[in-house]
Structures are given as structure tokens and as C-alpha cells.
């Protein structure tokens, strides 16, 4: 079963339209860490943000910003005014106190800022 | 701000050889881990390294993958008789002991098996 889904393989929008990236995930521990990463074509893998269970406080940094919600076991990652420099596939993560805090990770979506 | 380093950025192999893969992780972290990338797939977890030894693997991680902290400051993996599915994206990646710090992650290294 997918412990983390992100159900959009590819969005595509124009520049300066928001965009929200979805993230559901699954587990049982009590305690527990989200996160997302981007990947730009230059393949590195950059960290954005990392969020633990018990902090459901929604975060915003720039033009990022993510609404981390228990109830729903979501942690969805919106950018506004969007620009063709966050072209990219970004991945959200989990990492589970039990699993030796290993990331699991989603399959990724890849975001396409049209000028 | 210190970083993860991966050496080589690509290598190229023969099917059948053996190749090591090196990481030199953040000097003071002390969980090292191992992760895979198969072209345009998600990132895959291999193999987590704690107190010289592995703590987590994935069945991914089979006999003909090893992890080795020779000296200290290398944290090297090795994989024994590459197959053509061995080509990837591998990334090193290391954190320090608080759980909740995140991992830090090189910029990996991409193996062409031929």
C-alpha cells in the first residue's frame, strides 16, 4: 500500500497563476515527520520544509506555503504567483519514528510554469 | 553551510563489474543513508547506517549491495555484479542525531550500467 501519494503525476499552469501540490500519506505511528523536496532538472534534490506530527500549524515562506492537516492525513504544498524557476518535480516524504526515520516517498509531481 | 558530497557525479560501468559509490556525509552527523532514483521514478530508500553498522534496509538492499564507513568520513556503497536495472540516480544522505532534523541530501550520482 503507498504510505504517501501524490496523486498528480504533472501540472501545468502560466506564470503567475498559484498552483497547490497534493500530498496524502499514511501510518500509524503517533510520531511522525513530513516533508517536501524539489527536484530541478539538474537532479539534486533540494529540501523545502520538514513539519512533525504535532505540529499542525500551517507554515509560509515567500511564496510557499503548506497546510498540514491530521484529519485528513494531508500535507499540501501551495505556491503563489508562480514562476517559470519553480519548474520542477517535487516530492513530499515521510519518515516514521519506528522506520529508523528512513524516508518514504511519493511518486512526485511535476510542476510545468509556462511563461 | 556544510553539505553532503558525492564523488563521481557519473560513472559508467560494464554490466557485471563491481563500482563503488562514495559519500562524504556532514562531519558531525551520525545517521547515514543510501537512496535510488531510477530515471524518471520516484526515490527509492536502500539502506540506513547508524554506530558502524546498518540499521534499516529495503529489499531493494539484496547480497550484491554493501555500505561501508572505511575511515571516519567516507561512507562508500558498493554493489557487487552490476545488472542493466542497477542504472540510477544514487543519493547519500546524512542527519545529525536530533530526530528532527532533516536529512541532508548530496547530489547524488548517476550509474550507467552498459
Known amino acids: 500500500a503507498q504510505k504517501v501519494t501524490q496523486a498528480q503525476t504533472e501540472i501545468s499552469v502560466v506564470e503567475k497563476e498559484d498552483v497547490t501540490l497534493d500530498c496524502v500519506y499514511e501510518t500509524r505511528d503517533t510520531t511522525y515527520y513530513l516533508f517536501w523536496y524539489k527536484q530541478p532538472p539538474s537532479g539534486e534534490l533540494v529540501f523545502l520544509i520538514r513539519r512533525n506530527s504535532f505540529d499542525e500549524q500551517n507554515e509560509i515562506s515567500g511564496r510557499y506555503s503548506w497546510n498540514f492537516q491530521k484529519s485528513t492525513s494531508s500535507f499540501n504544498f501551495t505556491i503563489t504567483a508562480s514562476q517559470v524557476v519553480d519548474s520542477a518535480v517535487y516530492f513530499c516524504a515521510l519518515s516514521e519514528m519506528d522506520s529508523n526515520y528512513q524516508l518514504i516517498w511519493g511518486a512526485g509531481t511535476k510542476l510545468i510554469i509556462k511563461p | 553551510e556544510p553539505e553532503v558530497t558525492q564523488t563521481p557525479s557519473h560513472q559508467v560501468t560494464q554490466m557485471g563489474q563491481e563500482v563503488i559509490l562514495r559519500c562524504v556525509p556532514i562531519?558531525?552527523?551520525?545517521?547515514f543513508y543510501w537512496y535510488r532514483q531510477i530515471l524518471g521514478q520516484k526515490v527509492e530508500f536502500l539502506v540506513s547506517f547508524y554506530n558502524n553498522e546498518i540499521s534499516e534496509k529495503s529489499e531493494i538492499f539484496d547480497d550484491q549491495f554493501s555500505v561501508e564507513r572505511p575511515d571516519g568520513s567516507n561512507f562508500t556503497l558498493k554493489i557487487r555484479s552490476t545488472k542493466l536495472e542497477d542504472s540510477a540516480m544514487y543519493f547519500c544522505a546524512s542527519r545529525d542525531r536530533v530526530s528532527n532534523q532533516p536529512q541532508h541530501f548530496g547530489d547524488g550520482t548517476r550509474l550507467s550500467i552498459l
Open positions: 562531519s558531525n552527523h551520525l545517521y
